[in-house]
């Protein structure tokens, strides 16, 4: 049986070691690429403290916020993605870049995410995590914040160094969430960004 062609987009890195390369975003409805000025803001805000930090970019799609992370100085990225398609695009846009800093997970979103926050507390490290979940409007997905919510806040503090969700704008997240606090929030027309870290860390 013939597999469907996919029609394809490319988008390119915005700053960092691999400012201007390029990488595709494949056209299916579950995936979309975080919109460029939305990256720009969120690396200006985080700036140095990405450089030599684990980044994981939770819902991945085709990797566009952690590929823009490694070319920043995250010291590795993890994706995690769960549509076969994505899945492949990922795939072939980290082999563009530095594939022996990143790493790929294939699953669920909500199953995965504990086994990498444990393996990151196992040997100490601190990471950064993007979450970018699939907009509550597509069918079976009512409560994909709600449960973005609780998997925020089982996230070990002692593994995160800081959690950005990116969402809705009209969708008001908590100001708390577990041990977190916001502490900035950004709306970018329909997208925004809201920052959290550890209460008392920093000012949150």
Excluded: W
Excluded at 159 to 164: H, K, L, S, Y
Aim: aromatic share 12%; glycine share 8%; net charge positive.
């Amino acid at each position: 049986m013939r597999r469907e062609k996919i029609p394809r987009f490319e988008a390119r890195i915005i700053g960092g070691k691999f400012k201007g390369r390029k990488f595709e975003i494949p056209g299916i409805s579950t995936t979309r690429s975080s919109k460029s000025i939305l990256r720009e803001s969120l690396f200006n805000t985080l700036q140095f403290d990405v450089v030599d930090v684990p980044f994981v970019e939770v819902f991945a799609g085709s990797g566009s916020v952690g590929l823009e992370a490694l070319s920043r100085g995250a010291s590795r990225c993890y994706f995690i993605e769960r549509d076969p398609t994505a899945y492949r695009f990922l795939q072939t846009n980290i082999e563009r870049f530095d594939p022996s800093r990143c790493e790929t997970i294939y699953g669920d979103s909500f199953a995965r995410l504990p086994e990498i926050a444990a393996r990151l507390c196992d040997r100490k490290e601190r990471a950064f995590f993007y979450f970018d979940p699939p907009f509550a409007f597509r069918e079976g997905m009512a409560d994909i914040y709600d449960k973005s919510v609780a998997l925020i806040a089982a996230l070990p503090v002692a593994c995160t160094e800081g959690v950005i969700v990116e969402h809705m704008s009209q969708t008001q997240l908590p100001e708390t969430i577990g041990s977190y606090r916001r502490y900035k929030q950004k709306r970018f027309g329909k997208s925004a960004l809201s920052y959290y870290r550890a209460k008392g860390e920093h000012g949150a």
